[in-house]
């Protein structure tokens, strides 16, 4: 009797020694098997909610700082949509949309938005461009900081905007100070 005490305290202790201590997950779905495979669209559905709310939450406190810094007396609108893609500009328009603002005309060789950092550096301004590798936007009104209000081709969802925008991480370039 006394060897089978011992047994069953050994055998307890052993078996705790090697379990790890996990929260139980209420998301896992525990009805899957071969007939009745998994549906993950719940988790692929909160994955868009969780980003699309993350990118709305970001334009929203963009849109504050552009509604407290912004003349009363001459308020644009903080986020407005003013086209899609123009006619005859390719699906990475941003380049093309902002040559289509300045210069009133599509330079094909701008539609790449590295190639606005040829022209020369200045200080931000109504009327220049700031660039970067990837992306390039029109400067329009100065908000606060290093906020403005820019005319942005392919700001997303492949719209054009109007719209508070951060110079960080651009180079603001003068497109009227030498022709590439």
């Not at 525990?30 to 994955?47: A, G, H, R, V």
């Not at 022209?119 to 461009?129: E, L």
């Not at 820019?150 to 003068?174: E, K, W």
């Amino acid at each position: 009797m006394f060897k089978q005490v011992v047994s069953a305290c050994c055998f307890v202790a052993i078996t705790s020694l090697n379990s790890d201590a996990r929260p139980y997950q209420v998301d896992r779905a525990s009805e899957c098997n071969i007939t009745m495979p998994c549906d993950f669209t719940y988790y692929s559905q909160t994955l868009t909610q969780r980003t699309v709310l993350r990118r709305s939450s970001r334009t929203h406190r963009l849109d504050q700082l552009a509604a407290l810094n912004t003349p009363t007396s001459s308020t644009p609108s903080s986020n407005r949509i003013v086209g899609g893609r123009p006619a005859g500009c390719p699906s990475a328009f941003c380049g093309c949309g902002a040559a289509l603002r300045v210069f009133g005309r599509i330079v094909p060789e701008l539609n790449l938005a590295a190639n606005w950092l040829r022209f020369p550096r200045t200080s931000p301004a109504p009327g220049m461009v700031a660039a970067r590798r990837g992306h390039v936007f029109v400067l329009e009104q100065h908000v606060g900081g290093d906020v403005w209000m820019a005319y942005d081709a392919n700001s997303g969802g492949h719209t054009t905007r109007i719209h508070a925008r951060s110079l960080r991480g651009y180079t603001v370039v003068n497109p009227r100070g030498a022709e590439i």
